[in-house]
């Protein structure tokens, strides 16, 4: 499986992207998919996730401005974000989850998206 990743670049704060990850297989009934984002010095961390029954999870800190949602006609999935903050700035990047009945997990990555909040 492979994930591509679009939609990030330089916006002000206050601004909004939507960034784009289209799978290369339809895996949306199976896998979580989830977007997570690195900032330089920083761990990575998940920001949003949409779990193959369709409901999602944010950070307390972020709810209200991540969204994040999927197309399976298209077989991508979405990550909206309102109200850029400069500390929004890192890389994204797109993850597809499994993890069968013995606990044992699949996971699939794309190359990330850098977005850069600044005026």
């Known amino acids: 499986v492979q994930l591509v990743e679009s939609g990030g670049g330089l916006v002000q704060p206050g601004g909004s992207l939507r960034l784009s990850c289209v799978t290369s297989?339809?895996?949306?009934?199976?896998?979580?998919m989830n977007w997570y984002r690195q900032a330089p010095g920083k761990e990575r961390e998940r920001v949003a996730r949409i779990a193959s029954a369709g409901h999602t999870n944010y950070p307390d800190s972020l709810k209200g401005r991540f969204t994040i949602s999927r197309d399976y006609a298209k077989n991508t999935v979405y990550l909206q974000i309102n109200n850029l903050e400069p500390e929004d700035t890192a890389v994204y990047y797109c993850?597809?989850?499994?993890?069968?009945?013995?606990?044992?997990?699949?996971?699939?990555w794309g190359q990330g998206t850098q977005v850069t909040v600044s005026s």
């Open positions: 297989e339809n895996i949306f009934n199976i896998y979580d």
């Open positions: 993850n597809a989850n499994y993890k069968n009945w013995y606990g044992v997990e699949t996971d699939y």
